[in-house]
């Protein structure tokens, strides 16, 4: 059983859900550029225009915008104790760094947070999830710029200020850590920071320089949350995706341990210890990397380091020192090899629920903070027949990884929540299309835009409305 006031909740992002790109006075951001069947997290070419006869997935999207109190009343019905969502930069500042933001879009996050309370949810608010406003890639060459933290603040404070008083749990960036995916990239400009390249470029240097004006911009979130919202909780966030060793050649075990350091742990050992690690200053004078920071950046971020831990898990890799020898694996954010052990969704992710237990102790351990699964879920393709979809497949999945959750918080780890990612079906991240659903509500959308957007529960719905109601009693 869980704890009694455990989160059961679910997560969404407003660039995967809202649709309404240009309502109200929002301003373009990265992602109302990405088409469907791309990879979102990077795109080639740089061109901010959008072409007339292109669909793009995310401007309509599930029309969240306009049906977000039919959505949230179904998230209730399931018995939803916490609901994350994230706001849109955009429309609280169209052009990022505006001097006067946008009160239509402050109304409508009233509208929205009043309508979780309004259910006895707790709304969980990421405040950057992909979806930086474009004209600070254009002027600013998104966080490679020192002054993207003085306009990040200007954002920060805007929302603590209108809406401090009805949210505690605050997540500064999702997934951080999915920036260094772009160092080894080719791709001209990334999603995450912002950075248009050019092929000159230095990559890892413009990546460092802008994970550490995230990172200080993260402490300064923390520092001001802290003053103006005393009782608030500020959370750092990665994709968690633990690598195991491919075999037990202790060079494959050396190079799975700094590959999960390089790719995961940085970022919360910077935002949760307060500080660079060792293995980090090494790691760039290899590069031949020189970070410009300050000492009062330094001091800022030791001194206000994250109140909670959140991430998103939906699968594990292997790694290997001769990755060469065995089969490629896919997986969210960061591909890497298969493990023989696992099965595999359809889509090519690692099934591993034990991974999660395995994670959350790991991260436990290492940070001593109160721990929150922010996002988890089974993308599959759905069939609506007879106005349900049968999703028994993701049901097993839940199911497994909340049985792990369960025995993580046996094991004695401190766990705020869980969110499922996608609790109503919305664009997918990675693929930009509508047919990789997580949803316990199906919507009748298909990739190029066809359907009624009509909203259908699943059976997964009744199913997760059990766990909660039985605080995970009906768990299998
Ligand atoms: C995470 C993102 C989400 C979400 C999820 C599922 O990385 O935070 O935005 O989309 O992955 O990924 P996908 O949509 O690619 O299946």
Known sequence: MFPQNFLFGGAIAANQCEGAYLEDGKGLSVDDFLTGGTTSSRKDGFSFTLDENTYYPRHIAIDHYHRFREDIALFAEMGFRCLRISIAWSRIFPNGDDEVPNEAGLKHYDEVIAEIRKYGMEPVVTISHFEMPVALVEKYNGWTDRRMIAVFRRYTETLFARYGKQVKYWIVFNEINANVNDIKGHHEYAIHTGIHFRPEDNRAQLVYQACH?????CADTVRLGHEMMPDAMIGGMVAFIPR???????????????????????????????KYPYYFEKELERLGVHIERSEEDLK???ENTIDFVSFSYYMTLTDSAHPEKYDKSDGNVFSGLRNPYL???KFGWSVDPVGLRYSLNWLYDRYDKPLFIVENGYGDYDTLENDTVIDDERIQYLNDHLKETEKAIQDGVDLIGYCTWGPIDLVSAGTGDMEKRYGFIYVDLDNSGKGTLQRY????????????????????
């Open 343 to 345: 099965k595999y969704s």
């Open 213 to 217: 004006h995230m990172f200080t911009a």
């Open 244 to 274: 195991y060793p491919r075999t037990c050649d202790p060079d494959d075990v050396l190079k799975t341990f700094e590959d999960n350091r390089k790719k995961g742990v940085l970022f919360l050992d910077v935002m949760s210890k307060g």
């Open 457 to 476: 529960r699943k059976k997964s719905f009744d199913w997760y409305k059990e766990v909660i109601a039985t605080n995970g009693g009906s768990l299998r």
């Open 300 to 302: 800022l971020i030791a």
